[in-house]
């Protein structure tokens, strides 16, 4: 669903980067080829070890009573309704959109955001357009040289400083490494099952990440419920209460479906809420 934003609210939340994209800085928007370190992926599944360990008994989700009237940079909490800020980011969105080069063309597509151990997006990973398209290669480029903003049609596009000439010269980024890992890559949270803490209960899925304008993570839009209901249930958690886990296995919640009902219901924008009667 379309998302509504200002002229004002846009401009706030895309300043992220735009002052070094109209400078045209090469060094902060040059393709790199990276592999996650033995050091980060070893802490990775450090944290995995520790599993529910770092979590209590009821997570710290969104509670309706205690988060009424609450604002942050990426969810504002009004009652039994949790709408994504004007200034955040979903990640849904921002995956698949246009790539705009410094002469105002488009070079390609995003294909995935690579994270960092904070959660924050530190590459873009594009696919340049190929022929008609196809036979396009993937390139990482630093997020700090990257400017989000939204064209004519209310969608998505990411202007960097390279044109379509200089992305053709630069190797191809392997994204398998990040793709193994399981919470490295933003597509790697997309549609990902997630265990909750009781085994009487449904598994649900992460449907979506939303950013804050800085581009960090901070929560995990999460589906549950559905089957003999009418629909699913969508909740935001904070991303840290999601347990890490390799790409082939859940990501793991320590909550159970009852105490997840209890949470705001996560809407993306005030009409959302106005339609569903949560407000």
Same mark, same amino acid.
Not at 169 to 175: R, S, T
Not at 183 to 190: A, D, E, P, Q
């Given at each position: ?70 604002? $942050?940079?990426? #969810? ?5 309704? %949790?709408?994504?800020?004007?200034? *955040?980011? =979903?990640?849904? +969105? !921002? /995956? ?90 933003? $597509?790697?949270? #997309? ?5 909750? %803490?009781?085994?009487?209960?449904? *598994?649900? =899925?992460?449907? +979506? !990440? /939303? ?69």
């Amino acid at each position: 669903m379309k998302r509504l934003f200002t002229t004002t609210a846009l401009a706030a939340s895309m300043a992220l980067a735009s002052a070094a994209y109209a400078a045209s800085d090469d060094a902060k928007n040059a393709p790199r080829e990276m592999t996650p370190s033995a050091t980060e992926m070893q802490g990775d599944m450090n944290t995995q070890d520790r599993g529910m360990q770092g979590h209590s008994a009821t997570g710290t989700a969104i509670d309706a009573q205690s988060a009424t009237n609450q604002t $942050s940079d990426a #969810l504002n909490i009004n009652g039994d309704a %949790a709408v994504m800020s004007e200034t *955040a980011i =979903s990640t849904r +969105d !921002l /995956i698949g959109a246009t790539v705009i080069g410094p002469d105002g063309e488009s070079v390609g597509s995003v294909n995935d955001l690579v994270l960092n151990g904070d959660n924050a997006v530190e590459q873009v990973v594009v696919t340049d357009g190929g022929i008609l398209g196809y036979g396009g290669k993937e390139v990482a480029i630093d997020f700090e040289g990257a400017s989000i903003t939204r064209d004519e049609n209310d969608e998505r596009v990411v202007r960097i400083g390279m044109t379509s000439e200089a992305l053709e010269g630069v190797a191809e980024f392997d994204k398998a490494p990040y793709e193994d890992a399981g919470n490295k890559l933003g $597509s790697s949270y #997309l549609d990902r099952e997630v265990q909750l %803490a009781s085994a009487d209960d449904n *598994a649900g =899925s992460v449907s +979506d !990440l /939303i950013l804050d304008s800085e581009g960090t993570a901070q929560y995990a839009v999460v589906d549950f419920g559905g089957l003999l209901e009418m629909g699913d249930t969508r909740v935001a958690v904070e991303i840290d209460e999601l347990t890490p886990a390799p790409a082939d296995e859940p990501l793991k919640l320590a909550m159970t479906e009852d105490q997840l009902r209890q949470a705001p219901r996560f809407h993306y924008d005030a009409e959302d809420v106005a339609n569903a009667g949560d407000m």
